[in-house]
Nanobody
Framework: QVQLVESGGGSVQAGGSLRLSCAASGYTSSSYCLSWFRQTPGKEREGVTAIYTFGGSTYSDDSVKGRFTVSQDNAKNTFYLQMHSLKPEDTATYYC?????????????????????WGRGTQVTVSS
């Protein structure tokens, strides 16, 4: 059973930066996307960006390309979401998830229906 714990959320002004962390444990297979999703009240959870644990390929939603970067530290079993140039519309609860599917990062990594395990979320608030 994969366990995921997010940290690093907070409040920041527009244009600022934050880094989220997700500590992962319990996974025995390398065939996962470790993915970041976000959700605001009344809206569906949406995929943001992901990294495939074997090989490190990444995939991001167009809305965050050039601003958000996903990375992993295998020694620490932790992956990260570095966010720059934050906008008020980035305000959401951010979740990390382990997503099972293909063999290289792709759109499937951002499909919440394929997520096998979820963290509890961390709040990011961006003020204008």
């Amino acid at each position: 059973q994969v366990q995921l714990v997010e940290s690093g959320g907070g409040s920041v002004q527009a244009g600022g930066s934050l880094r989220l962390s997700c500590a992962a444990s319990g996974y025995t297979s390398s065939s996962y996307c470790l993915s970041w999703f976000r959700q605001t009240p009344g809206k569906e959870r949406e995929g943001v960006t992901a990294i495939y644990t074997f090989g490190g390929s990444t995939y991001s939603d167009d809305s965050v390309k050039g601003r958000f970067t996903v990375s992993q530290d295998n020694a620490k079993n932790t992956f990260y979401l570095q966010m720059h140039s934050l906008k008020p519309e980035d305000t959401a609860t951010y979740y990390c998830a382990a997503v099972r599917g293909g063999h290289v990062a792709g759109p499937w990594c951002l499909d919440s229906n394929l997520a096998a395990n979820w963290g509890r979320g961390t709040q990011v608030t961006v003020s204008s």
